[in-house]
């Protein structure tokens, strides 16, 4: 990954309306085999959580046949996720992907019922 680029910094506060989770419970996942590197889900992140950025030739290898041609045909460029731990699980990169190459997944060791209350309560 060599050239990162960050999209413009939005106010965060102005996301935080729809956002679900506190900063590390979910992250972002993308998918190599179908970001194009437009930079729809930078733009769209309150939180800064992706960047733009080449894919290295180790990473390529492990792409399928078309993955492999979309690479190419977009200069290898994809979205990183170097600020992962920031997602609120808004879901906005989700939206804003067209290639729908985002999932937001759990952060592994993450209980989703750690804050629910027992029945013994």
Partial sequence: ????KAGPARDARAGDAGCRQP???LQPLVDRNRCEGKG???AACPHGVFVLGRLGLFERRSLSLVGQLKGWAHDWQQAFTPNA???RACGD???ACPE????LIQVHGQNPWRDASTAAD
Avoid: K, Q, S
């Fill in 40 to 42: 729809d889900c930078v």
């Fill in 23 to 25: 900063p590390g419970r």
């Fill in 1 to 4: 990954m060599a050239g990162l």
């Fill in 85 to 87: 731990e920031a997602c």
């Fill in 100 to 103: 729908r190459a985002i999932t």
């Fill in 93 to 95: 990169c989700v939206r």
